[in-house]
Antibody, heavy 120, light 110 residues
Framework: EVQLVESGGGLVQPGGSLRLSCIVSGFTFSSYWMHWVRQAPGKGLVWVSRTNIDGSNTNYADSVKGRFTISRDNAKNTLYLQMNSLRVEDTAVYYC?????????????WGQGTLVTVSS | QSALTQPVSMSGSPGQSITISCTGTSSDVGHYKYVSWYQQHPDKAPKLLIYDVDKRPSGVSTRFSGSKSGNTASLTISGLQAEDEADYYCCSYARDVTWVFGGGTKLTVL
């Protein structure tokens, strides 16, 4: 069974940092592109970032570029999101998401999410 | 990277059909045949319904179908059922290896 389990969310002050983790199981993690997608309370889905299979190629939404860093440890089956210079508007549930295949663009498995709250 | 435009809310009666639109630009929806749709029930993770504009993953009901014309994609749900009440999001691949979601449509089954 495919599972994606996020952790690391919590309350942080504006300007602070947080690192999210996503431990996966049930599939060969090193074969899949992975993403982070967020959802502010009561709002819609927003794509945040993506990494290729070995972490050598990454992309970011303009709203987080220069502040967030996506990375992965294939030996630990873990995806990360390092978030620096956090802003109130970064408050959201952050989902770890699997892309179906490198040749596709859709997302087939999502974690349950971890809530990040940025507030003073 | 502006969000794709979807109607905020829609409603329909059981058995009816509804179509949710998703309007982007020539840099995303209009440029690529890579539009997907997701269904999200309250406090649940999204579920893939449609990919590559009009393809359905195995296990997804044939009542869900997708299409695209120009910069606008559409999701049609036929034979509305109570369990279809949920939020629906479109998503498009965009330039520079990025993705963009729509703002979401809240569907109410009357």
């Amino acid at each position: 069974e495919v599972q994606l389990v996020e952790s690391g969310g919590g309350l942080v002050q504006p300007g602070g940092s947080l690192r999210l983790s996503c431990i996966v199981s049930g599939f060969t993690f090193s074969s899949y592109w992975m993403h982070w997608v967020r959802q502010a309370p009561g709002k819609g889905l927003v794509w945040v970032s993506r990494t290729n299979i070995d972490g050598s190629n990454t992309n970011y939404a303009d709203s987080v570029k220069g502040r967030f860093t996506i990375s992965r440890d294939n030996a630990k089956n873990t995806l990360y999101l390092q978030m620096n210079s956090l802003r109130v508007e970064d408050t959201a549930v952050y989902y770890c998401v699997r892309q179906v295949a490198a040749s596709s663009t859709e997302f087939d498995y999502w974690g349950q999410g971890t809530l990040v709250t940025v507030s003073s | 990277q502006s969000a794709l435009t979807q109607p905020v809310s829609m409603s329909g009666s059981p058995g009816q059909s509804i179509t949710i639109s998703c309007t982007g630009t020539s840099s995303d929806v209009g440029h690529y045949k890579y539009v997907s749709w997701y269904q999200q029930h309250p406090d649940k993770a999204p579920k893939l319904l449609i990919y590559d504009v009009d393809k359905r993953p195995s296990g997804v009901s044939t009542r869900f179908s997708g299409s695209k014309s120009g910069n606008t994609a559409s999701l049609t749900i036929s034979g509305l059922q109570a369990e279809d009440e949920a939020d629906y999001y479109c998503c498009s691949y965009a330039r520079d290896v990025t993705w963009v979601f729509g703002g979401g449509t809240k569907l109410t089954v009357l």
